[in-house]
C-alpha cells in the first residue's frame, strides 16, 4: 500500500510540468507602492502552473529604475490533492526619477505563447531634506502622511528601522495617545535603502492613525527594544586575524539591549465643516462607493429576490452603516445579517461591507426598488459627497397552476421514488413568538428545594428503613435474652423444685426434663437417661457426673414404671448436688 | 374512633378548601397581568409588555415561560443584553423549551464578541445536567429515593433473587440521580454567569476610571463574575481574559432579586 502510494506521488509530480501548463498565469508584485528615491522595491514576478523558471520575463516600466537580480525560486504544493507549481523571479529595482509610474506588464513566453501579468504603480518621491546629516548605524525614523487632518480621517503612520549592523529580538511600543487610534497595515517590510552617505538595511511598518478629537495633537516617541549586535575590536594580532573570521559568524560580539526613540510628531486635526453638511451625514471620512443588484429580476408571487447591496471603501470603514431599505407596499422584506470584511492595506484601512434583503412579492406586476444612499466627507475633495446605488425594477409574474409550477421546476430534485420536492428556502429569520396559553404559567415553575416535603422525602425512607431494621434486631436480640436468662435460671428452678416437700419422682423427672431443656437451649419432649447422658457429655461434662446423672434419671423412670411415680422421692437432694456439678463442669 | 376519622376527614377537606381558594385568589391577578402583557407585545407596545412581566416577576412568579416572554420583549426593544439575560433565565426553569432554544440561539447569533464555550470536565460526563431543571431532577431523585429505600426494606423480610437484581439496579440509578441532583444544586448555588447590558463597555486593567482598558465587550455576551468592589465588577472570560468594569453594565443571571437566592 505505501508503496503503490510512493509510486503514485512520484508519477504524479513527473505528470506535473505536463499537467500544470494548462493553466498557467503570471502576476507582477512590488512590496510597497511608494518609496524615495534612495530607496530599492522588491519586484516579483510569480508564474504559477509551471516550475520551469527558463522563461525569463520581460518587464516593461523600468526605463526610470536601476534594476538588479535578485534570484529566482520555485516551489510545488500538494494541498488537498491539488498541484500547485509556482516559479518566482525576483528583481530589486531603485527609482532615478520622481514621479507615478507603472510597472509592467512583465512577459513570459512559454512553449511559444506570450503571457502577460497585471501592472502595479510605484510613487517614488524626494529624499527628505535632512537627509544629509550622518545619524551612525542604527536609529528610528517616523513620519506621517499629513500634519494636517480631517476629524476621523486616516492618517499613515510610517515607522523605519534603519541599520547598518546586526539586530535581533525586535519589538515595537508605538506611542499611546488617548484620541488617536493606531491599526498596524500588514506586515512590516524589510528592503535596502541609502540615507545620507551609507547605506541601510531598512525595516518599515506602516500604521493608520485616526483621529478622534480635534486640536492639535503631539505624537509621543515610539520606542522600539532589540539586541544589538556590533562589530567586534580586535586589539592584536591573533589567531582569527584572517578575513574569514570577520564575517556574519564571528565578525560580531555577543549582544546587548538597546532602546531606540523616535522623534514627537505634531497632527493638527480639524472638524469636519459645517457648511453643506447633508442632515443624513452618516459620520464616514474618507472615499466611499456603494453597487447594487438583484437576483433574479422577474420572479412569481410569493418568490424572493436579493437585493444585495455593497458599501466599499478606504477611511473609517467601521462606520459603515447598516442600511434600512423603505418600506416596499404589497411585499415581505427580509433582511440578512450584513457582513463586514477590513482588508488593509499599505494605503491604510479599506474594507466592504455586504448587506443583503430578501424580497417576497406578494402581488404580479412591477415593483420599484428604490435607491440607497450614503453621505460622507470625501478627503480628497475635501467636500460631503454621497453614494448612491441605482433604482432597480422587478418583474412580478402572478402564480397560477402551471406556470407557478414551471418556475419552480428547475429548482426541482428528483427524489429516490420519482418524485419531486423542493428545497426548503431560508426567507427570514426572527424569534419565536412569546408564550399566551395560562397553561404555561402552571408548568416551568421551580420551588426551592427544602421545607418538610423535601426532607420527607430525602429522610423519610432511610428512617423507615432504619426503624424496621432496628425492629427486627431487637426482636432477633431480645429472644436471645430470654433463652440465656432461661439458661441462667435453669440450675436454680431445679433446685428450688427438688426443695419441695413431697416431691413426687414423676415430678423430679419432668423437672430434670426441663433443666436439661432450659439449661441447653433443647426442644426435647422426653428424654431417656441415655440421651440425657449423651447430652451432658456432648456439652462438656464430666464422664462420671453424666453417668451419676443417667443412674438418678434411671432410678425415676423405674420408680415410674413401677407404679411409684406418685410416692415421694428421695434422690432430690443428691439430684440438686449433681446439677451443681454439672454447673461447674460446664462453666 | 368513627368519630376521630370524621374529624380528620373534615380537617383535610377544609385544608384542601382553603388551598384551592387561596391558589384562586394568587391566580387572578397572574392571569390579569399575563394576559395584559401578551396583549401589549402583540400590539407592539413592548416597553408596557416589559413593565407587566417584570412585575409579575417581581410578585414572586418565578417561571420560565414569564422570562422567556421577557426576553421576548427585550428583543423586540433591542435590547440583546436584557433579552439573552432573559433567556439564560428561562433556561433554569424550561430548559428543553424549543421556541427558548430556537431564540436564545438567534439572539446569541446576534453578538458581536465570538468567545469560546468552555466546558468543565463535570459537565461534560453530567452532560444530561443542562437538559433538566433543578426541580425535575429532585423529583427524580425523590422518587428513585422511595423505591431504593423501599426495596432496601423488602429485602430484609424477603430474600429473593430478583428482589437482588432490582436492587443493584436502583442502587446504580440512585446514585447517578443523586449526585446529578447535588452537581445541579451546586451549579445554580455557585452560577457567577453574568450578562453584559451596555452595547459597548470597556474592560480596565483595574477598579478605576484611569486604568488601562484591555478589552472592549459588547452586548449580550456572557461573562463570568468573579467579585464585586465599590461598584466595580472583575469578570473573566475563557482564554484567561479578566478584567474590571463597572457593575452597572452587568447583570449576573442568578441575581437573588430576580430568582431568589436560588
Known sequence: MFCFRTVAVFLLTLLLPVSANADISVRLSIDRTEV?????????????????????????????????????????????????????????????????????????????????SNTATLKVTKTPQNQSAARGPLFLQVSISSNEAYLEEQVIYTLKLYRAIKVNDLSLD???????????????????????????????????????????????????????????????????????????????????????????????????????????FSGLVGTFEMESQIEPSQVMVGESATLTVLVRGRGNVNRIPDLKLPELTESKVYADQPVFEMTPDDKGLAGTKTMKWAIVPEKDGPYQIPSLRISFFDTTNHQYDVATTRSHAISVLPSTGQDAEASIQPQKEIGAEGSTKQAIKQL????????????????????????????????????????????????????????????????????????????????????????????????????????????LISRGVDRATAHKFQSHMQRLEEDIYAGRGDSPCTIGQDMCDVVKQIEREVR | ???????????????????????????????????????????????????????????????????????????????????????????????????????????????????????????????????????????????????????????????????YYTFMGLLAFWLIAGISFGLKWYQLETDDRAVILSEEVDVLAGPHSQDTVLFKLHAGTVVFQERTEDGWSLISLPEKKRGWLKSEVIETIMNSGHLGSL
Open chain 1, 36 to 116: 524615495t528615491l534612495l530607496d530599492s522595491v522588491r519586484l516579483v514576478v510569480s508564474i504559477s502552473g509551471t516550475q520551469s523558471t527558463k522563461s525569463k520575463p520581460v518587464i516593461r516600466g523600468l526605463k526610470e529604475f536601476t534594476v538588479s537580480q535578485g534570484g529566482t525560486s520555485s516551489r510545488l504544493e500538494i494541498i488537498n490533492g491539488q498541484v500547485n507549481a509556482t516559479a518566482e523571479h525576483t528583481f530589486f529595482i531603485q527609482p532615478q526619477k520622481v514621479g507615478a509610474f507603472e510597472i509592467g506588464p512583465a512577459e513570459v513566453k512559454i512553449k511559444g505563447a506570450s503571457l502577460k
Open chain 1, 174 to 280: 508605538l506611542p499611546e495617545e488617548e484620541y488617536l487610534a493606531f491599526k498596524q497595515l500588514g506586515k512590516p517590510v524589510e528592503y535596502q535603502s541609502r540615507y545620507g552617505d551609507g547605506t541601510y538595511q531598512v525595516l518599515e511598518i506602516r500604521c493608520a492613525l485616526m483621529p478622534s478629537k480635534v486640536g492639535t495633537h503631539t505624537i509621543g516617541p515610539a520606542k522600539m527594544t532589540m539586541t544589538v549586535f556590533q562589530p567586534r575590536q580586535r586589539s592584536g594580532r591573533s589567531l582569527f586575524d584572517d578575513p574569514f573570521f570577520d564575517g556574519p559568524f564571528f565578525g560580531f560580539s555577543r549582544g546587548r539591549p538597546m532602546t531606540l526613540s523616535s522623534e514627537p510628531l505634531e497632527l493638527e486635526v480639524r472638524a469636519l465643516p459645517e457648511e453643506n453638511r447633508p442632515p443624513d
Open chain 1, 428 to 535: 427570514g429569520r426572527d424569534i419565536l413568538p412569546v408564550h399566551t396559553s395560562i397553561k404555561d404559567l402552571t408548568r416551568g415553575t421551580w420551588t426551592r428545594p427544602e421545607g418538610p416535603v423535601f426532607w420527607i422525602l430525602m429522610l423519610g425512607p432511610i428512617i423507615v428503613y432504619a426503624a424496621a431494621f432496628c425492629g427486627l434486631r431487637f426482636k432477633k436480640k431480645s429472644a436471645q435474652a430470654k433463652t440465656a436468662i432461661r439458661m441462667k435460671k435453669a440450675a436454680k428452678m431445679f433446685t428450688r423444685q427438688c426443695r419441695q416437700r413431697e416431691l413426687s419422682s414423676t415430678g423430679l423427672a419432668e423437672a430434670a426434663k426441663r433443666y436439661l431443656n432450659d439449661r441447653f437451649e433443647l426442644y426435647l419432649g422426653a428424654v431417656t437417661p441415655d440421651e440425657a447422658a449423651e447430652i
Open chain 2, 1 to 163: 374512633m368513627r368519630t376521630f376519622g370524621f374529624g380528620v376527614l373534615c380537617s383535610l377537606l377544609g385544608i384542601a378548601l382553603f388551598g384551592a381558594g387561596l391558589s384562586l385568589a394568587t391566580s387572578e391577578p397572574l392571569e390579569e397581568g399575563f394576559f395584559k402583557a401578551n396583549q401589549a407585545y402583540k400590539e407592539g407596545r413592548f416597553q408596557e409588555a416589559c413593565k407587566e412581566y417584570e412585575q409579575l416577576i417581581k410578585g414572586g412568579y418565578k417561571n420560565g415561560h414569564l422570562f422567556y416572554n421577557l426576553g421576548n420583549a427585550r428583543f423586540r426593544l433591542e435590547e440583546l443584553g436584557r433579552a439573552i439575560l432573559n433567556y439564560e433565565r428561562a433556561r433554569l426553569f424550561v430548559p428543553r423549551d424549543a421556541d427558548l432554544t430556537f431564540n436564545l440561539g438567534y439572539a446569541r447569533e446576534q453578538t458581536k464578541d465570538a468567545v469560546p464555550e468552555s466546558r468543565s470536565l463535570v459537565s461534560l460526563v453530567f452532560f444530561w445536567l443542562e437538559s433538566f431543571s433543578l426541580n425535575e431532577l429532585f423529583w427524580g431523585f425523590a422518587a428513585l429515593n422511595v423505591l431504593f429505600w423501599g426495596t432496601v426494606l423488602v429485602r430484609l423480610f424477603l430474600r429473593a433473587d430478583w428482589l
